[in-house]
């Protein structure tokens, strides 16, 4: 029997510890719950909000919806091929879990995607990403149900349209589908990505040691740690904003004017840091009432303790403004804000 509460705080359940109300708030355990919850009037008369881990969104106010939260479990071996296996992991798997679970049963390429927060059924909605790897690298297919038509669907990777965070979850299937179980395929034989800067500075300082895989999982954990407020002591939810890509005449414009302006190419387009703009514009660290932006990493917001949702919003709105009027991009936020 599913269990529809009212009212409730959704304080614990989104990692900037936005203290919001959701009109109506259901955890569901199995596919079965889920199909018992489409009958629902609450869920066919309001609108609706999946949530994971809560760490990739900010309620702006109350929500006079449906919250649901994704809670089914379990890890199961789907099938192999000559150097990978395949796993059947639920929705509601604890996303670091999953990845420690991974190498300590030799299975690898999600490593440098520890310690990331939030659930495995988000991983494909924004196609998660760090240090040089994005969680479609080593994806198979997901499982959802489709929310208008109660079947259970699959899409393969390539329907996904996995793009720098961004995916179909985000496109035509927004709102629509119920992800219950995502599949990756992880090779028995551990092939280090070690390149990225950070990943490359901090083995360097250790250079006698020969990295494994837990090596680099290690590795990675303590740089978020150093980099990354916890969850659990600063309210946050990762980067607030995605890096802005431009072309190349934009990218040699900023140059001359910014020397040291950091990017990355990727496909012929230049991606610029948007911790580095927001810096430049001299956000880094600043506090206004509540809430403020990180003093070790420029693209995190954070809630010092009672911020509300409008708050957060509101200081994103006038760094995105800063951020256009000194340098002529309007930075898109990474983070969904939900209203
Ligand atoms: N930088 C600054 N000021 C800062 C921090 C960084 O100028 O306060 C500049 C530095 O030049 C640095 C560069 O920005 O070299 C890149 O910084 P970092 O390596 O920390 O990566 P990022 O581009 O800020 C992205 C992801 C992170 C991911 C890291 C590591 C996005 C929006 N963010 O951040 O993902 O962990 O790379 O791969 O793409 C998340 O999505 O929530 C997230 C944390």
């Known amino acids: 029997m599913i269990n529809i509460l009212e009212n409730i705080s959704l304080k614990r359940y989104n990692t900037f510890g936005i203290d919001a109300k959701a009109r109506y708030f259901i955890k569901v355990h199995s596919i079965d719950d889920i199909f018992d919850l489409l009958q629902t009037k609450q869920f066919q008369e309001n609108r609706r909000i999946i949530l994971g881990g809560g ?7 109350d ?9 089914i479990k379990g890890v199961h071996f789907e099938g192999s091929t000559k150097s ?16 420690e679970l991974c190498v300590k049963n030799r299975l690898y390429g999600l490593e440098n995607l520890v310690s990331i927060p ?12 760090a240090y040089g790897v994005e969680q479609k690298d080593y994806l198979h297919k997901v499982e959802y ?3 208008t038509t109660g079947n259970i669907e699959v ?12 995916s179909v979850f985000k496109g035509n299937l927004e709102g629509k589908a119920i992800i219950t179980n995502v599949y990756y395929e992880l090779s028995r034989e551990w092939k280090p990505n070690i390149n990225y800067k950070d990943i490359k500075q901090e083995l360097d300082k250790f250079s006698f040691v020969k990295p494994d895989a ?24 990762g980067s607030f904003f995605k890096n802005p890509v431009v072309d190349e005449s934009q990218f040699l414009t900023l140059k001359e004017k910014y020397p040291d302006i950091p990017y990355f190419l990727s496909n012929d387009k230049y991606k610029i840091p948007a911790a ?5 514009c001299g956000w880094k660290g600043r506090s206004v009432g509540n809430c403020g932006v990180y003093d070790k990493h420029s693209l995190i917001l954070v809630n010092y303790g009672n911020a509300s949702g409008e708050e957060i919003y509101q200081l994103s709105e006038n760094i995105r403004q800063s951020v256009q009027e000194q340098f002529g991009i309007l930075l898109e936020r990474e983070v969904i804000v939900v209203e």
């Open 84 to 99: 990978n296996t395949i796993l059947k992991v639920a929705s509601g798997e604890n996303w670091t879990d999953f990845v």
């Open 155 to 166: 899409v393969d990777k390539d329907e996904c349209k996995f793009e720098y965070r961004s």
């Open 118 to 129: 939030g659930k495995v059924g988000a991983a494909p909605v924004q196609n998660i990403g």
């Open 276 to 280: 580095y703009l927001i810096e430049k």
């Open 214 to 237: 837990e090596y680099v999982l290690n590795t990675v954990k303590r740089i978020r740690k150093r980099k990354l407020p916890d969850p659990l002591d600063i309210g946050n939810a």
């Open 55 to 61: 760490s990739n969104l900010l309620f702006r106010s």
């Open 63 to 71: 929500f006079q919806g449906l919250v649901i939260l994704v809670e």
């Open 145 to 147: 149900i489709d929310s």
